[in-house]
């Protein structure tokens, strides 16, 4: 990269097995590898620094999480962000066509948004018309040594196997696994020779077996719908996607979708529903895309996804289960077109893993910084509304920790 490298203060979830740790660990190693200068932040329940102080120069804090972690995180106790003299960032994830207004105070404050998908990008446009937004692309990087090992999660050799995934801390009507499950019954009701996984990643959950039950129940215990009940690695995963013949998404809505990427890039065809962030890279020249219609959210006021978050009416996709049960139907009576689509999805996504990683995001930053130094009007009044949102968070810090504590003591004692 030509010129002085740039300093990134970045902060993600480093230690936390889930998709954006995926994307964080990308992101810091394309920077490095581009000759940036880099100190990562592992952002968890406490906000840890990895690597020594970085030299003098021109700065960013890039919040690689969303603004309610960046919100957290500040409440926990750690060296001085300075706001005031470094240009800040920050790459949401979101699934909506807009995003809460609690994240406006944050992200509004942000010298520039970074999105992570076309989809995000215009979710963030249509809350913060003003604001500047580059787009990351996305890309996934699959250790050439996964392979296909149905042997090891117990999965018949001589059946077609479908495959769908969510984690438990995602809202899981928003993953909508409740279709996955509908849409393979409906397109198989006596066959045995098909499979359906359905891997539900406990996460942080104290016991996940009653969501696990929860899935087997609504499948009415259809001995062909298979839910693994044991913590997997990254590789163990990848290596899951690989022992499928078919990836399943009937999602409401994605930001990015990692789940149908990671298993094209392993040769395996995709049937998704074609809206939200996943349409950065499913075409229908390497999926089959299921029709949908926007319907208005009905969730729990409380979640993510609900009226005390989102103030303004929203939609999100329901997947027409008809077609989606035609789709699965489809690839099991047309094995040539499960190769045809596997292989040309696996051809795509490395096509634009080869774009990803020229990192053109980088130079487009310091494009921006330039043109935006830190010592304009503009930028200090921002860093003074962030630094106002890090004391006021820290006041509160000792209420939610103790919270926190208690929660998890309840959780142990198996109360909670």
Same mark, same amino acid.
């Given at each position: ?25 990308n992101v ?24 020594p ?5 021109k ?10 972690e ?17 240009l ?5 994830f979101?699934?909506?066509s ?19 998908t076309?989809?995000?990008a ?20 699959i ?7 149905r042997?090891?999660?117990a ?9 769908? =995934?969510?984690?438990?801390?995602? $809202?899981?009507?928003?993953?909508n696994? /409740? !279709? ?5 019954? &409906? %397109? ?19 016991d ?6 929860q ?25 899951l ?13 994605e930001?990015?979708g ?12 995709v049937?998704a529903t ?12 390497n999926?089959?895309l299921?029709?949908y ?9 409380? =979640?993510p996804?609900?009226?005390? $978050? ?5 939609? /999100? !996709? ?5 077609? &989606? %049960? ?7 009576d ?11 999805a ?25 043109s ?41 004692l198996?109360?909670?």
């Amino acid at each position: 990269m030509v010129g002085v490298p740039l300093n990134y203060e970045l902060y993600g979830h480093f230690d936390m097995p889930c998709g954006l740790k995926v994307s964080a660990d990308n992101v810091a190693r394309q920077l490095a590898e581009h000759g940036e200068r880099v100190r990562l932040h592992s952002v968890k329940r406490s906000v840890i620094s990895t690597g020594p102080q970085l030299p003098a120069g021109k700065t960013l804090n890039f919040f690689h999480v969303n603004p309610y972690e960046f919100r957290s995180a500040l409440a926990f106790p750690h060296e001085n962000p300075r706001f005031e003299d470094r240009l800040n960032v920050c790459m949401p994830f979101w699934e909506l066509s807009r995003v809460p207004d609690f994240w406006l105070p944050v992200l509004g404050n942000m010298d520039l948004i970074l999105a992570p998908t076309q989809f995000v990008a215009d979710a963030i446009r249509a809350s913060l018309p003003d604001i500047p937004v580059v787009l990351i692309p996305q890309g996934v990087n699959i250790p050439d040594d996964i392979s296909r090992d149905r042997e090891r999660f117990a999965l018949p050799e001589d059946a077609l196997i479908y495959g769908t =995934s969510f984690a438990a801390e995602a $809202v899981i009507e928003r993953k909508n696994p /409740w !279709a996955a499950i509908a849409a393979f019954r &409906a %397109a198989f009701p006596t066959e045995d020779d098909v499979r359906l996984v359905v891997r539900a990643s406990p996460g942080d959950v104290a016991d996940p077996r009653p969501l696990w039950d929860q899935l087997m129940e609504y499948a009415e215990h259809d001995e062909r719908v298979i839910v693994p009940e044991q913590k997997m690695t990254y590789r163990e995963v990848l290596s899951l996607y690989a022992s499928l013949d078919v990836y399943l998404s009937l999602h409401r809505a994605e930001g990015l979708g990692l789940g149908m990427m990671e298993s094209m890039a392993l040769g395996v065809p995709v049937i998704a529903t074609g809206w939200s962030g996943n349409m950065d890279f499913t075409t229908t020249q390497n999926s089959l895309l299921v029709d949908y219609e926007l319907q208005p959210i009905d969730v729990d006021p409380a =979640s993510p996804y609900g009226q005390r $978050v989102m103030l303004t009416a929203e939609s /999100w !996709a329901q997947a027409d289960l008809k077609d &989606a %049960a035609a789709k699965i139907r489809q690839l099991y009576d047309d094995p040539s077109l499960r190769q045809r689509l596997g292989e040309q999805a696996k051809r795509d996504i490395a096509a634009r893993c080869t774009h990803v990683e020229r990192a053109e995001f980088i130079a487009q930053i310091r494009e921006f910084y330039d043109s935006h130094p830190v010592d304009r009007a503009e930028h200090r009044q921002k860093a003074r509304a962030l630094r106002g949102i890090e004391r006021f968070e820290r006041l509160r810090y000792p209420y939610y920790e103790s919270r926190r504590l208690v929660g998890t003591t309840l959780r142990k004692l198996g109360l909670r």
